[in-house]
């Protein structure tokens, strides 16, 4: 779990990431999103402290370029997340992490390319929430999250229950390429309970 930019790790119960072929194996355990901790993220992300709406397009284009970088780099643990969290293949999951770098190099091109068109005012609308399903844990939630991010807008990532450690290893990708925590918050809950609000 993070929100504005911590990590929170304290004594609030935690749920497992299981694998689907051996329901009895944990693969990795995660803190839900209280309901006070997402309106918490929410405030952050509207509030944007970090500035990133502010940021040249360039500026957002080269970071994202870092972060295609860093999946392509991190395909290994993508794929070996999504195969012991999401049953995923990896027959699967390799062009899924290939799909997740063209959204990346997509996004951030044509928003710089947006951004720089003569006589066009292009910009954030504010703060953005990637929902990502089960079924595609990689490419859905870094095209979403690549998307937003080169149009100048904040991201709140809530991964899929059954997908969260594909999720956390996808959202590594985007923080070591020097997008904050600020600007994209993980925020794990149940789509069903918290999620609603």
């Not at 790790?9 to 051996?22: G, N, T």
């Not at 803190?31 to 992300?45: G, I, N, Y």
């Not at 284009?61 to 012991?84: F, H, P």
Request: glycine letters at 8%; one cysteine or more; a negative charge.
């Amino acid at each position: 779990l993070v929100v504005a930019g911590q990590n929170l790790l304290d004594d609030h119960p935690v749920r497992p990431c299981l694998d689907p072929s051996r329901p009895d194996v944990i693969v990795g355990r995660y803190r839900p999103a209280t309901e006070p901790e997402l309106a918490r993220a929410v405030a952050c992300a509207a509030a944007d402290p970090d500035g990133w709406g502010a940021l040249p397009a360039r500026a957002r284009s080269e970071i994202l370029g870092r972060v295609a970088q860093e999946v392509r780099n991190a395909r290994a643990d993508l794929m070996g997340a999504a195969l012991a969290n999401g049953g995923k293949i990896l027959s699967e999951s390799d062009p899924e992490v290939s799909e997740a770098v063209d959204f990346l190099e997509f996004y951030r091109d044509t928003a710089r390319w947006w951004n720089e068109m003569p006589g066009l005012d292009a910009r954030g609308l504010g703060a953005v929430l990637v929902i990502s399903p089960w079924n595609f844990p990689i490419a859905i939630p870094c095209g979403g999250i690549a998307a937003a991010l080169a149009a100048g807008n904040t991201v709140l990532l809530k991964p899929a229950s059954d997908a969260v450690l594909v999720a956390w290893e996808l959202c590594q990708c985007f923080w070591r390429a020097g997008v904050s925590k600020r600007t994209l918050q993980f925020i794990p809950c149940s789509g069903n309970a918290e999620g609603r609000v």
